[in-house]
């Protein structure tokens, strides 16, 4: 089926078509020289098909031929995904660089998984079996995990399986099976199948309410505004509150089994601070390399727009893929803003009527969409698998007040909202605990966590009220709690990124110094004037925050706990907690 | 054979409509008229109406114009003879010497492959502490001075290319004023760095259309000289002019306006341009440094919000100094653990003390009794002003270390700075 080009503005070209076009189906767009550019069908009109192209579209002609096929835009799927670095649209970056050198080449594309590569291949079934989509046939070792090959998604209905390959190396591209179907008919299964990346994949008996914290080991997040493993998150802020710090330290100390980054439309500069460090770092759960647990697709801001879009589908995908194996993955993408923007680029060009700050109308369905992709699922074998999604927002002007936020915030589990105040104050995360909630149950007793944000509400309320008032017309109640809620905001929910042991504190931990925490505060102190209070505040942050540095249950972490417990003793007896 | 097409359909604001075949998007155009002729490119192909953005606008152009194509991108010439010259936005000399005869680079060109980027790991030295200890700059690090007219962010900017010791420096002044032209020209002249320095201006006199090439031709020999192993500086100023004139053309190619009237890819043209800084495995590197003017000192005007959201970090010049709060450098921890170990503590402590002072001052000036912890405070923000935020301060890193603490330990007790004990046991200053 072909076409020919009429029309091109800036990514968006529309064809003549001279015959059948399917909505949303992949075309080529020919260009002079030989290149083929990958494009998606986004609108039909009589003969006339827009086609956004997910190239730079410099070079192309009126007249240029399209090549229009029949599937969708999909993404590949076998083993091998893992410890890649692909671009939006699934071809792997250092095969790239191998062919092209320093610069990306339009119309360039490889194929996603290594045809070359031999894996130890063990059948899990027998001729004879009956099976369905999604059943594993065989598993390959892939790094720390047993890969397992299943029947392909797409084919429906009961299946039988009517040879199998024996066991031994094969590359990804040979048949390991073959399958019947109701009708008799026979289908070759390799390793590796593809997936159109815009139709979720959750092949299952039923999904199930997520409940099992996500333990990231970052303190705000677990101990106040947690995530649990299937769940969703959004972590808005202004630039340079350190959104994609967090997600990198996520990525890193985040307790799951496989972890996919989806850089959309940032820095190329983050992509590889991830791809150089990664490798070298070692998984805190395993001690293998962390790479070997990390898939990136990366489309930087200087990629093309229009593969953006593809990049988040492509990431939530290969997500999916690893949870019908029944692991838990955790999609961080950073940051929806980009995608939504290259959403509104497209629009533009199409001439759509616009929404809210040129953004289309259907920009929260498809955030909507997006975000319900995560979830836990419950596999026919009973096993369960879990895709968690954590989204950053870049709102304009760090106004949570537009379109894509707010469509966000309605869809997500939890909001961990950074702010401008808290990220130029040096404090890391600069998550906002007054704003920031979670509809999540964590590792901390939710009651001792709604006594802390009670807590630090009234610090808050006591700042505003001393900045109107002056310290000398503040009580010296008032006072302390200020001074307890100023003492858990940095000596708990603050953390020093740089540090060794700070930077990830394991929910043991958390829960052990929460309590300690608790028990400072608890303490009627009784100070005779805001000097002595403050001095004394700042003995006890002095302590927390060298405590926080020692190597949990090390000899220094004992040490500096005795030392805490013979202050809250000289302090005086904690209030019972009834009357708090 | 010299094709030549006649048809001029359309004339508005910078952009001219011809009937053309075989015309490639993005493509390189001549406009020929009878007094003068001016290069243009393509931005919008249907069916046989080709729409052209004239580079020396559209005043003049008459409907019996003449429109040939050249069959190619924009391009630059890149040689080592660009070296000390002065061209305008549409790449010509505007030093009344000859043009440039060598081989052609395409602006505009792909981006780089991510994993053939270096992972940025080398310090520019400035000898100014509140770059160097609390927002350190980095080789291959894009990051923009915003400022509002009137502060001396030209002067900082040139100070910085002085003082930076790249191999190469580009200028891209974009809407300049004739006079500031002519205070780089003097400063880099004076500094002995002219002959290691390219000049891309574009001055507020100019056609606006010719704003939007300037970033492109300077980054585009940048990327030339990175390639060659050379280390590379590019100062861009002032990326708000280039912005207004992305918005003008977009307005007259009808685009349906994002916020305040830009275009909704502003966001990716400013990143397509701020992405060419790099460090290439293997060769060499290209530093961006630019200046956005924020419009009513309005960092959430779409110009600065945006670039704010591409470049990693940025300083604010507000006051004749930069601002400690919202200024910052986001690759600074890739260098400042390798520097001295008093480092980083130094800067997380000063910039937390100084914020206590700034709410201190505002008790202060509230009326509001001074507590002894205010008192201290007061006087620690007095000589941190004086002896670290003064622009006029010009020390090395370390000296500015050891500057901070002697400050430190003049106002406070060692346990109030918040610092970790072990760092403070090696460098809190011995009282004599």
């Known amino acids: 089926m072909n076409g020919r080009i009429v029309s091109v503005f800036g990514n968006m070209v529309v064809a003549e078509a001279d015959g059948r076009v399917v909505q949303n189906s992949v075309g080529y767009c020919c260009r002079g020289d030989g290149a083929r550019l990958l494009s998606e069908v986004i609108r039909i009109r009589g003969r006339l098909a827009d086609l956004q192209v997910f190239e730079e579209t410099r070079g192309l002609k009126v007249g240029n031929p399209v090549e229009f096929r029949d599937e969708m835009l999909s993404a590949t799927l076998g083993p091998g995904l893992l410890g890649q670095i692909f671009d939006g649209l699934q071809n792997p970056l250092p095969q790239l660089a191998a062919q092209t050198g320093y610069f990306l080449k339009a119309g360039l594309y490889l194929p996603p998984l290594p045809t070359d590569r031999p894996w130890e291949f063990t059948p899990a079934v027998q001729p004879g079996d009956a099976v369905q989509a999604g059943d594993t046939l065989g598993t390959v070792p892939e790094g720390m995990f047993q890969h397992r090959v299943m029947a392909p998604f797409g084919l429906a209905g009961a299946l039988k399986v009517a040879r199998v390959t024996a066991a031994g190396p094969l590359t990804v591209d040979k048949e390991v099976a073959v399958l019947a179907d109701a009708e008799g008919k026979e289908h070759s299964v390799t390793m590796q199948q593809t997936w159109p990346v815009k139709r979720p994949l959750a092949i299952a008996r039923r999904r199930l309410m997520p409940r099992e914290p996500l333990v990231t080991r970052i303190r705000i997040i677990d101990s106040m505004f947690p995530v649990v493993r299937g769940g969703t998150y959004c972590i808005p802020g202004p630039f340079g509150a350190g959104k994609t710090v967090l997600q990198q330290i996520t990525a890193k100390f985040a307790e799951i089994d496989i972890v996919v980054i989806a850089a959309c439309g940032e820095r190329a500069g983050e992509v590889v601070e991830t791809l150089r460090t990664f490798p070298e770092l070692e998984d805190p759960r395993t001690g293998r390399s962390l790479m070997e647990r990390t898939i990136i697709i990366c489309n930087t801001s200087a990629m093309p727009v229009a593969a953006r879009e593809a990049s988040v589908y492509t990431a939530v995908t290969l997500a999916e893929y690893y949870r019908q194996m029944g692991l838990a993955v955790l999609l961080l993408a950073d940051s929806t803003s980009r995608w939504a923007q290259a959403m509104r680029e497209v629009s533009g060009r199409l001439e759509e009527i616009p929404g809210e700050e040129a953004f289309p109308a259907y920009l929260e369905s498809r955030i909507a969409n997006f975000y319900e992709r995560a979830g836990q699922i419950e596999l026919r074998d009973g096993r369960l698998g879990t895709v968690t999604i954590g989204g950053t927002v870049s709102p304009a002007g760090g106004n949570f007040e537009e379109p894509v936020t707010q469509g966000t915030l309605k869809v997500v589990g939890a909001f961990h909202g950074l702010s401008r105040a808290r990220s130029d104050a040096r404090r890391y995360p600069a998550i906002d605990p007054l704003d920031s909630w979670s509809k999540y149950v964590g590792i901390i007793d939710p009651d001792k966590v709604t006594r802390m944000r009670d807590l630090l509400r009234r610090g808050a309320e006591v700042k505003q009220m001393m900045a109107v008032v002056g310290e000398e017309g503040t009580s010296i109640d008032d006072f302390t709690t200020m001074l307890k809620a100023a003492f858990f905001d940095n000596c708990y929910l603050q953390q020093n990124a740089f540090d060794k042991v700070d930077a990830a504190s394991p929910a043991d931990r958390q829960q052990f110094v929460f309590d300690k925490i608790l028990q400072l505060v608890d303490v009627d102190f009784q100070f005779a004037d805001k000097d002595v209070a403050r001095r004394t505040m700042v003995q006890a942050q002095d302590l927390f925050r060298n405590w926080n540095y020692a190597e949990w249950r090390g000899e220094e972490f004992k040490k500096t706990l005795a030392q805490i417990d013979a202050f809250i003793a000289a302090k005086g007896q904690p209030r019972t907690r009834a009357e708090c | ?432």
């Open chain 2, 1 to 432: 054979m010299r094709k030549y097409y006649d048809q001029i359909t359309r004339i508005a604001g910078n952009v001219v409509t011809v009937s053309a075949a075989g015309v490639g998007y993005d493509e390189l155009a001549v406009v020929v008229g009878r007094r003068r002729t001016s290069l243009a490119q393509v931005i919008r192909l249907e069916g046989d109406q080709v729409s052209l953005q004239v580079f020396a606008g559209t005043q003049g152009v008459s409907t019996g114009d003449r429109v040939r194509f050249l069959g190619r991108p924009m391009q630059v010439p890149f040689s080592a003879d660009l070296l000390g010259r002065v061209f305008d936005g549409a790449g010509r000399p505007r030093d009344a010497r000859p043009d440039v005869e060598a081989e052609r680079r395409d602006i505009g060109g792909p981006p780089v492959n991510p994993t053939r980027r270096n992972l940025p790991g080398k310090m520019i030295r400035t000898g100014i502490p509140m770059i160097d200890i609390f927002n350190s700059l980095v080789e291959s690090q894009k990051l923009p001075i915003f400022s509002v007219p009137g502060e001396p962010y030209n002067e900082v900017l040139a100070r910085v290319g002085l003082q930076a010791n790249a191999d190469i420096i580009i200028l891209g002044g974009m809407g300049l004023r004739h006079d500031d032209y002519l205070v780089f020209r003097k400063t880099f002249e004076e500094g002995g760095v002219l002959g290691r320095t390219i000049l891309f201006i574009h001055t507020a006199a100019d056609p606006v259309v010719e704003c939007l090439l300037v970033p492109d031709l300077c980054l585009a020999v940048g990327e030339g000289f990175a390639l060659q192993g050379k280390r590379v500086l590019a100062l861009l100023t002032d990326m708000t002019a280039f912005a207004d004139a992305l918005k003008e053309i977009a307005i007259t190619m009808e685009q349906i306006p994002s916020n305040r009237g830009y275009p909704g890819d502003l966001y990716t043209q400013l990143a397509r341009r701020y992405e060419k800084a790099v460090d290439l495995e293997g060769s060499g590197s290209m530093t961006v440094l630019a200046c956005t003017t924020m419009p009513g000192d309005d960092v959430t005007h779409p110009v600065p919000d945006n670039t704010g959201y591409i470049t990693e970090g940025q300083f604010y010049l507000r006051g004749g100094w930069i601002e400690p709060f919202g200024s910052l450098s986001r690759l600074k921890q890739q260098v400042n653990g390798k520097t001295r170990d008093d480092h980083r503590a130094i800067m997380d402590a000063c910039i937390q003390l100084y914020a206590l002072c700034r709410e201190s001052r505002e008790k202060r000036d509230m009326g509001f009794e001074m507590s002894a912890w205010d008192k201290k405070l007061l006087a620690y923000g007095k000589l941190f002003e004086e002896k670290i935020m003064d622009l006029r301060v010009n020390i090395p890193l370390e000296e500015a270390l050891d500057q901070c603490w002697a400050i430190l330990a003049e106002c406070f007790e060692p346990a109030e700075t918040g610092i970790r004990r072990t760092i403070v046991e090696k460098h809190w200053p011995k009282t004599p």
